[in-house]
């Protein structure tokens, strides 16, 4: 296998992985939802509040989005 397929088949394992965990997230929200009505609804909010920081956060530092995670390390 050459280095182009092993990168790509990476890739695609990447992409699957990230795929199942949004999928077991949402699945634990739903679950949520139907023991605590109102749950999907904050969960939705509170993920785009912390979605939004973490933008002005990346921008407020001038990191660009290959730069990985910001920590809290670096944030001080």
Known sequence: ??????LNKLRSSDRAF???MAMEIWS???SMDTIVPGFWSRFMVN???AMQEFVERRRA???NSDAGPVTEAQSD
Do not use: H, P, Q, V
Not at 1 to 6: K, L, V
């Open 47 to 49: 993920r785009r509040n």
């Open 1 to 6: 296998m050459s280095i182009e397929e092993w």
């Open 28 to 30: 634990l929200a739903k």
């Open 61 to 63: 530092t001038g990191e």
């Open 18 to 20: 990230y795929n199942i």
